[in-house]
């Protein structure tokens, strides 16, 4: 009897298995179909989020142009070089295009700033809706501005959409899997690549720069469309992701003065916690400082001045070729995590200040013989940047708490931004010191 009843148990549960196999097939295809639909929208929303930014970087040397050639420079291509503005061989813009880059980067400080205080108060989708529409509006303004004050207040428009999204996107990534962070990234490397790369063709192609931003617009629509259609709604999980940090290896961020709490909010958290966990964040912050700075020092102070006349490009077309090949590095680095993990971003730092260092020589001495030798050195720079990026947020990402990663996330974005807007103040005396020089 005790048999038959063993196997009359064992058919029953067999039964009972077989019956669970399709939920259970169902619940992982639904499983895959959520992981693909929020990495795909990850990536497109690192995308947009970055697009006018990086555009607007693209178009600084034509957006300063306004003087110099009769007419809206915003409607018509510079062409080819006009004569130098004053007797510097380096073919000055009166202006430096880092007022471009302070117009593109001190609001989106602002808002990193403030984020901290009250942010976390409104709701994820009104912020989207607002990062969306002031994108547009910013290739709007600048495509139909006629003087570089309203094409700056355009600037000013793609600045903020770029600084509120990325405060929220990141904070975002820290209520679905970790795994998003590598895609959000992938996605704003590709908005530097596509961004500088399609300015500049289609301006190659004989495209006018007004025609060029407006073509443009779809990109906002489709922020808005990844945010509200594509995402799924998160679910409580295990933000790991597919792989885990050995914890021999991780050195957790908090202090051990900071008492355990059940996990909550992190926007809950008391003002000596915060404080506790934006001190352990330093170790990534200030190598991340010290990269932005670097690089956007060369981007925005130094591209305008690395000037060669033995070339068939203009001034115009080498400064979008820097901006492009700049991109293109910082896209391949930035979607290079699942290949490349670097642990210690002090290195990625020294590397980009001895990159500053050898171009601000040669703009000094003049020893680089060929624009193709800068090239390189360009793509290598954004090669430098966008790993720093992305390892600063995978780091940061492994070694905090659930409780405590979405402040953290928000917290360490301001990193790249202070590093940005510091080296646009020191730019500014710096391109006039060399256009002084005859």
Request: one cysteine or more; hydrophobic letters at 45%; charged letters at 10%.
């Amino acid at each position: 009897m005790d048999g038959r009843g063993d196997l009359r148990q064992y058919l029953t549960d067999s039964q009972g298995e077989e019956e669970a196999i399709p939920e259970l097939r169902a619940s992982q295809s639904g499983n895959q179909s959520a992981h693909w639909r929020n990495a795909v929208g990850f990536w497109i929303l690192g995308l947009c989020n970055n697009f006018s930014y990086v555009v607007m970087l693209s178009a600084a040397y034509d957006i300063l142009h306004h003087d110099t050639v009769p007419g809206n420079q915003s409607h018509v291509d510079p062409g080819p070089a006009p004569p130098p503005h004053n007797s510097s061989r380096f073919d000055c813009n009166p202006v430096s295009t880092a007022a471009v880059l302070l117009a593109d980067i001190l609001p989106t400080l602002v808002i990193k700033l403030l984020a901290p205080l009250g942010l976390h108060l409104l709701p994820y989708s009104p912020r989207v809706l607002v990062s969306g529409l002031c994108a547009a509006g910013s290739f709007l303004l600048v495509a139909f501005s006629d003087s570089v004050e309203i094409s700056l207040c355009g600037v000013v428009l793609a600045s903020i959409s770029s600084g509120l999204g990325e405060v929220t996107f990141l904070s975002l990534t820290a209520i679905y899997p970790r795994a998003v962070i590598s895609w959000w990234s992938s996605g704003t490397g590709g908005a530097g690549l596509l961004g500088a790369l399609s300015y500049l063709g289609l301006t190659q192609a004989g495209l006018s720069p007004q025609n060029t931003l407006l073509s443009m617009l779809g990109v906002p629509a489709l922020l808005l469309a990844s945010y509200f259609l594509l995402l799924t709604a998160p679910e409580p999980q295990d933000p790991g992701g597919e792989e885990e940090a050995d914890p021999a290896t991780r050195q957790p961020l908090l202090r051990p003065e900071v008492p355990e709490a059940k996990p909550a909010s992190s926007w809950n958290l008391s003002c000596r916690e915060k404080w506790t966990i934006f001190k352990g964040l330093l170790y990534y912050i200030i190598p991340l400082v010290l990269v932005y700075f670097a690089e956007y020092f060369i981007n925005q102070g130094l591209f305008e001045l690395l000037f060669f006349q033995n070339t068939h490009l203009t001034h115009t077309q080498q400064y979008r070729w820097y901006q492009m090949l700049y991109q293109a590095g910082v896209f391949a680095s930035r979607s290079s995590l699942r290949c490349c993990r670097i642990r210690f971003t002090w290195a990625l730092a020294m590397l980009q200040c001895l990159n500053m260092a050898v171009l601000l020589a040669d703009i000094w001495l003049g020893f680089l013989p060929s624009i193709y030798l800068v090239f390189l050195i360009i793509l290598y720079e954004g090669l430098l940047g966008g790993a720093a990026y992305v390892n600063t947020f995978h780091n940061i990402a492994l070694e905090t708490s659930d409780k405590h990663r979405e402040f953290a996330m928000a917290a360490a974005c301001i990193s790249d931004t202070l590093g940005i807007s510091l080296s646009g103040l020191l730019a500014l005396p710096v391109h006039n010191f060399f256009c002084r020089l005859s």
